[in-house]
């Protein structure tokens, strides 16, 4: 099997999609994502010289907008009603750069 | 540390801005009906949109994408037709998304410029500048009587969503740095924002901060933003690297970003110049990082961020349906174009025969251009008389002002265009001197009367009675024989002596010409 | 205990039944709730049961009832729904059958929910379904597996598995699933039901929980076509709020009856004879086309060139655009947060990493590696050619053809836990996927029953873009030669509280014909299984 990603990789791709990995569970995703990646290889594998992308199914659609218009917003109760911690009317997160209290 | 003027003998500085800007003047934010409004309850403009919740879909407000192309138009910008809104991944706690909307390689408004006109003090920032012929030029600078003018290009114009806002709790001062929590807020979340993006074209911190001044004018009177520093709708990020005189290639730059004064602006990049410089000249290396101005220590940081990676990830949003302008819409948009600053110097210049310094400063702010404009209305006939006086009132005495009193308001001053005829009129026809056009001025302010009201009640008009002024000369010169003998010994600097004692003798209210005219006349007989 | 059997209507025949007042319309929710008691214990169909809104809806339709309004209640006034629990619904839990979203409640309504409601719909609950729709049988739901009706050891199908096996049961008429590369599609041919997934555009995806944006569409689940028809008439139509979404003003049900002849309908030869296709399948297919050419259709081979692409693209867009979506889930707004932590980072990761499944965390993975820097040009741009050439591929065979008829799953509903090889998984969907890439409408019509394993075989139907009608039609010619789909037989009889003597309406509704594969011929389909072109292996992934 084609090694695409090391678990170097792996290890870096998890803390950017801020998904805890253990290092017990390194190998294993380290494994999965390198046989996905390779089952993906007839996509490398095609004469696409000159083919547009449409990054899209319908591909006329264009130009969709709405007028500037106010529509309906939450209270400040509904807009917080699903948050894990609320202070002052504001969702409430620990320390941004570390440091903070439990 | 060296000066600035020192570091710029031997080096040259090369800056770029991004400058974003907060459509503030739409009704609604860019992707969903939540009403703009700053300084509302926490989280009260937000719905399932700019909250990011599961499920929710992003609509483009269409008056977003028509004032992009009215700044694209009015910076002299191609219209790219073809264009996709693009996420940006980064994970941060004030994008509900997790993802910024914003536009990818190619932007709503592309490759265009504006000119600045420099002069005053900051023009000698200028050194390779100053003391060339006038009309002569060096990069994209061009000498002008008055100082220089420079071609800065203006490399993209595209459209994104603003962030929520954060309060750093625990830290000293709000900072997010020793912080144990934060509160966030998403009112802002979704703003629709315009980010500019200049070429490396600004080689001084007085070009730099004339762009964002400049730009601020085109802005403001396209009428789509408040175009605030103060609120944070109108904020810069600078770059900023250092090359020896002569070299061509880019040194390494830092970055300032969130810079909301033109103050801190040039500030922030001359103290860049003076540190870079000696780093560089130290033998050291500038390190590549994002620094923070610090206005009251006045100096620049290190920021401290949580590592975040530069790669975005993006791709274009497959929510939103590409973009395909049709020549319709542009031209609708361009029908809407106003007056430019640049286009109402010139019928400044042409109208009122100003100069195109004065016209320049004149329009400088849209309360003083209006001023201005109403005065000249009011004048009639005399307007082309009082154009240059009333300029100069605007451009000197209201601007100090201004400088003065952050709260200034043209508006509601009692200072109006009326007044203003008036005072120029007195002033003009002789009937006060200049320096009791000073006085008049405090009056109106202080007493909110009109300036004939203040002469008549301070009995300050001006004497330039010929006969009458011709009198006191002659008295003075007959009191000082000795002094009239030395002056026409050689000793001429005693004519001051002379117009001291005529105006002491006339309480201030003589005519200083007609007793300047009157003096020479009778001493060099 | 209420005087009609409530299992055996359809939508139809409820509205009939409310007109003559066989029944009210709390009568129907309360039937339907107690249906729901009784089967899903079974079936574990459904997440939650939302009595209180489904007896506030019937109260509402009853009203109108009694003042003699039934005229302007909409075409599925009284009939109970139930919705994929991936669809908001203000004040209900919308949990995606993950942990992430476990305590999560709706603060707004989806607008293919709104739309079954406006149209007198009766909101049941909410549907079973791999987490975040990323699976092909339901298994990798937080909340435990949904059974298939037909076969308790076995699966629905996925991901919409909940929608197939509740309606499989007879425990509601209608509900709505959302297919991103075949989750309406594959678990109707595992639950032996009617599953439509319409044209890209023509139901808005608002409130919808977003996996692959370019590629998700919702659909109704019925056990006729009629009502599956009368559904998509509720659900369509330009919405404001979702920039894909289309302007539609056509009659579902208009064409039904018009039957076949003269339509051209479409047979991709590879698909026949691909890698994975199980002989009862391909014999049930091909019984099919038999039928429509007896009916009067003219059968055209078409190509599909670039179809052996579909799958390598469909999982290069697909986890690109659910890393992407699934990037909100940071535990700030809402969600799952895990407890104790100092820093903003910790928690993060720990959250993200508790709540998410394993099938998640992969996906999200994968995706964000194809975006990164470098990477995008190998894998992202290519597989958004290769939805050019594939999208070309279909306008070019709907130029020869009204329609293309197909396998739906290349196989029949597996054994939980039968299926550890993910290259046979995925293979779940290699009918399916291409028509998502695409954007063309699709759906799955029952075919009776295998003659192998008795249990549900499927066609499926695919469109044009936005010709919805055109696979509606031919669907309802295939059900009037097949029978309407049956109630799972284990759930036939075993209703404590319906009556089943006292139907006195809506015969076209009951199981006039028991499925059976009518012809015994079409049996060579095994001898080459060429391989359909599908990548070598898609090990750790699975289709939807």
């Known amino acids: 099997m ?37 089952s993906l290889k007839p996509i490398t594998e095609y004469d696409l010289e000159g083919v547009e992308p449409p990054f899209h199914p319908i591909g006329d659609l264009s130009n969709v907008m709405r007028d500037d218009v106010e529509g309906t917003s939450f209270t400040q109760e509904e807009a917080l009603a699903n948050a894990p911690a609320v202070q002052d009317g504001s969702f409430l997160i620990p320390s941004i750069l570390g440091g903070g209290d439990a | 540390m060296k000066t600035m003027e020192e570091v710029l003998r031997d080096w040259e500085a090369v800056i770029g801005l991004e400058i974003h800007c907060e459509l503030t003047e739409l009704e609604t934010k860019m992707f969903c009906g939540c009403k703009l409004e700053f300084g509302a309850a926490p ?33 002299n910008c191609d219209i790219e037709k073809h264009t996709l809104f693009y996420r940006k991944g980064y994970m941060y706690p004030d994008m509900a998304k997790n993802f910024q909307t914003t536009q990818g390689p190619k932007a709503f408004a592309m490759r265009g410029w504006l000119d600045l006109d420099v002069d005053g003090k900051g023009a000698q920032e200028r050194l390779d500048v100053r003391d060339l012929e006038v009309g002569a030029r060096v990069q994209s600078a061009t000498r002008t009587e008055t100082g220089y003018t420079t071609h800065i290009g203006i490399t993209r ?55 964002m001044q400049k730009l601020r004018q085109v802005y403001l009177s396209l009428g789509i933003s408040d175009c605030s520093l103060e609120e944070g709708s109108m904020r810069a990020d600078g770059n900023i690297s250092l090359r020896r005189r002569g070299e061509t290639e880019l040194g390494t730059r830092t970055e300032m970003k969130n810079i909301n004064s033109f103050k801190a602006l040039h500030d922030a990049l001359a103290y860049e110049i003076c540190r870079q410089a000696e780093v560089l000249e130290g033998g050291g290396v500038v390190v590549q990082e994002t620094r923070h101005w610090d206005p009251g220590a006045k100096h620049t940081i290190t920021m401290r961020t949580k590592e975040t990676a530069d790669d975005y990830r993006m791709f274009p949003d497959p929510d939103l349906a590409p973009y395909d302008l049709s020549d319709e819409f542009i031209e609708g948009v361009r029908a809407k174009l106003p007056e430019l600053p640049d286009q109402k110097a010139a019928r400044f210049q042409r109208t009122w025969g100003l100069s195109a310094y004065d016209a320049r400063h004149v329009i400088e702010h849209r309360d003083t251009a209006g001023f201005f404009e ?31 009193d952050e709260s200034f308001d043209l508006a509601t001053c009692p200072f109006t265009p009326a007044r203003a005829v008036e005072l120029a009129g007195l002033r003009a026809s002789d009937a006060i001197s200049s320096k009791q056009e000073k006085e008049v001025l405090e009056a109106v302010f202080a007493e909110d009367k009109d300036p004939a009201v203040v002469v008549e009640e301070r009995d300050m008009k001006q004497v330039s009675d010929a006969g009458a002024i011709e009198a006191v000369v002659d008295a003075v010169l007959a009191a000082n024989p000795d002094k009239v003998a030395e002056y026409r010994g050689g000793k001429t600097g005693l004519l001051g002596f002379f117009v001291g004692q005529c105006m002491k003798e006339m309480a201030g209210q003589g005519n200083p010409k007609l007793i300047n005219q009157l003096l020479a006349e009778k001493l060099s007989v | 205990m209420v ?195 319409p044209t890209y555009g023509l139901v808005s995806r608002y409130g919808v929980v977003a996996f692959g944006s370019s590629l998700d569409q919702v659909g109704p689940f019925a056990r006729t076509v009629r009502d599956a028809a009368l559904a998509l008439n509720a659900l369509v139509g330009h919405d404001p709020l979702d920039c894909t979404s289309q302007p539609c003003a056509t009659d579902f ?61 469909y999982y290069v867009i697909g986890p690109c655009e659910a890393f992407s979506n699934l990037s909100r889930f940071d535990s700030v707004r809402y969600g799952y947060r895990d407890p104790g932590h100092a820093d903003l980072g910790s928690q993060y990761e720990a959250s993200r990493s508790a709540g998410f499944g394993p099938e998640a965390r992969r996906r999200i993975m994968l995706g964000s590696y194809l975006l990164s820097a470098g990477v995008y040009d190998t894998y992202y741009y290519p597989a958004q050619q290769v939805r050019t050439l594939i999208t070309d591929d279909y306008r070019m065979a709907f130029g020869e053809c009204d329609c293309i ?100 309406f809506g015969e076209a509704s009951r199981n006039e014909v028991r499925h059976s594969f009518p012809d015994e011929s079409a049996a060579s389909t095994a001898e080459t299984l060429a391989d359909f072109g599908g990548p070598a292996s898609l090990s750790g992934m699975e289709g939807e």
């Open chain 3, 405 to 504: 008829l197909a396998p739906t799953s290349p196989r029949t509903a597996f054994k939980f836990g039968e299926i550890s090889d993910p290259t046979t998984m995925h293979l779940s969907d290699i009918f399916t996927i291409s028509i998502n890439i695409a954007g063309n409408g699709g759906m799955s019509m029952p075919l009776g029953l295998g003659s192998d394993s008795g249990l549900p075989v499927s066609a499926q139907l695919i469109c044009p873009w936005f010709k919805d009608e055109n696979m509606l039609r031919v669907a309802a010619a295939l059900e009037r030669e097949y029978g309407t789909a049956p109630i799972a037989p284990a759930f036939t009889d075993a209703v404590a509280s319906c009556d089943t003597q006292s139907v006195s």
């Open chain 3, 253 to 313: 049900t208009a064409n039904l009856d018009e039957g076949v002849e003269g339509m051209r309908i479409g047979v991709v030869p590879e698909f026949m004879t691909a890698q994975g296709l199980e002989p009862e399948v391909g014999e049930a297919v091909l019984g099919a086309i038999e039928k429509l050419a007896a009916l009067g259709a003219e059968i055209v081979e078409i190509e599909l060139p670039n179809a052996a692409a579909a799958m390598s693209a």
């Open chain 2, 157 to 211: 114009i595209h459209m994104e969503e603003d962030a929520g806002k954060m309060i750093h709790i625990g830290g000293g001062e709000g900072r997010i740095d020793g912080a144990t929590h934060s509160l966030v807020d998403y009112n802002r979340a979704g703003t629709p924002l315009m980010e500019l993006v200049t070429e490396p074209d600004l080689r001084t911190p007085e070009e730099a901060r004339l762009f």
């Open chain 2, 374 to 404: 109403v005065a000249m209305a009011q004048a009639g006939a005399d307007a082309e008389t009082l154009a240059k006086p009333i300029a100069n009132l605007i451009i000197n005495d209201l601007a100090a002002r201004r400088s003065a």
């Open chain 3, 3 to 197: 005087g009609f059997d409530f299992k055996d209507l359809s939508a139809e025949a409820i509205r009939f039944g409310l007109a003559a007042k066989d029944f009210s319309a709390r009568e129907l929710a309360e039937a339907a709730l107690e249906r729901v008691a009784s089967v899903d214990e079974q079936v574990n169909a459904f997440l939650q049961v939302t009595p209180d809104a489904a007896l506030a809806a019937a109260e509402a339709v009853d009203a109108a009832v009694a003042s003699g309004n039934l005229d302007t209640l909409g075409p599925l006034a009284g009939v109970p729904v139930a919705f994929k629990d991936n669809m908001n619904l203000l004040g209900t839990r919308t949990t995606c059958g993950s942990r992430m979203l476990e305590t999560y409640k709706s603060a707004y309504t989806a607008t293919c929910v709104q739309r079954i409601l406006d149209a007198g719909g009766l909101p049941m609950g909410k549907l079973n379904m791999d987490e975040f729709a990323f699976g092909s049988s339901t298994e990798t739901s937080a909340f435990g597996t949904t059974k298939n009706p037909w076969d308790l050891e076995r699966v629905p199908g996925g991901s919409s598995g909940g929608s197939a096996a509740a309606v499989a049961s007879g425990m509601v008429p209608i509900t709505l699933g959302s297919d991103t590369g075949g989750s309406i599609r594959q678990p109707a041919s595992f639950c032996g039901v009617v599953g439509v997934k």
């Open chain 2, 43 to 75: 989280n009260t403009h937000t719905c399932p949109v700019c909250l990011g919740l599961p499920g929710a879909l992003p609509v483009p407000n269409k008056a977003a994408i028509e004032s992009i192309v009215l700044a694209g138009l009015a910076t």
């Open chain 1, 2 to 38: 084609a090694s695409h990603v090391t678990e170097r990789d792996v290890r870096r791709i998890a803390e950017y999609t801020r998904i805890g990995l253990t290092d017990d569970e390194l190998p294993q995703m380290t494994e999965d994502l390198n046989n996905i990646i390779e």
